[in-house]
């Protein structure tokens, strides 16, 4: 039996496409716009596009935050992509300052302007690039289990998110010479800040890990667990 995933939808978001993977993965796929709705859901994926201050107030204005932080906060498998995954954190400045969902502890920030060594650097940062756990972690267990260590994926997003607690950090790119966040998780909550609606078949191994790990859809076959014992980054990468 297909199980069920509500996208919350507060206006600020290309919803099809989420729709269409899910839907691909092998689930039912129904919205949320009202807070009673969240409440009902047994899955959620908040994706985002735009402006952390302005989805923000889409959301709150709707009711639709306080819904999404008390199911989160009672267990309900969570997943947050590109804007959404920011949305998870307790602040940002773009658009002006602005208080996140708070479901994370950490900050979201603007991607630097220039490269490790000083070269300007365009923002935002549009294309694919390779996904890397952090450094002596593992992708097994986690919505990433079914990623090879340097498989691309694909970005578009001008802010990175800049989590608090290390353990919070899944996996990293490497933009301009920067580490840059690339998802996160902790317990029922995920986020990944590339779009796996748009990554073709790893994104659709990402979305079928979530959904698996939310006891949407069986597994299908077994995944073999990625350890990473290594950094996987180039040579000189530098946190920012």
């Known amino acids: 039996m297909q199980g069920v995933v509500t996208i919350v939808d507060y206006g600020r978001s290309n919803l099809l496409s989420v ?6 993965c092998g689930t039912w796929v129904e919205y949320a716009r009202t807070p009673a709705q969240v409440e009902a859901a047994r899955v959620l ?7 952390f201050a302005d989805a923000m107030k889409a959301m709150e204005t709707k009711g639709l935050a306080r819904a999404v932080q008390n199911k989160a ?16 954190f307790e602040s940002s400045t773009e658009g002006g300052y602005a208080a996140g969902l708070g479901l994370l ?17 365009r923002t935002p940062h549009i ?5 890397f756990p952090v450094k002596g972690a593992r992708f ?3 919505l990433l289990q079914a990623v090879r260590p340097g498989e691309e994926v694909y970005f578009v997003h001008g802010y990175q998110a800049r989590p608090a607690r290390a353990a919070d950090r899944l996996a990293n790119t490497v933009y301009g ?7 996160v998780h902790r317990g029922n909550v995920a986020g990944t800040q590339f779009h796996p609606e748009k990554s073709g078949e790893a994104g659709l191994a990402i979305l079928r890990a979530f959904l698996q790990g939310a006891g949407q859809i069986t597994r299908q076959e077994t995944m073999k667990e990625v350890i990473w014992d ?6 000189g990468a530098q946190p920012v």
């Open 140 to 142: 097994g267990g986690t």
């Open 230 to 235: 290594e950094t996987g980054i180039s040579p």
């Open 73 to 88: 906060r009672q267990g309900t498998p969570l997943l947050g992509i590109c804007l959404g995954m920011q949305l998870l």
């Open 127 to 131: 294309g694919w690039d390779a996904l």
């Open 177 to 183: 010479g920067h580490l840059v966040c690339a998802a």
């Open 45 to 51: 994926v908040l994706p985002g596009v735009g402006c």
């Open 105 to 121: 502890p950490g900050t979201v920030e603007p991607l630097p302007h220039s490269t490790a060594g000083g070269e300007p650097l």
């Open 19 to 24: 729709q269409r993977a899910l839907e691909h």
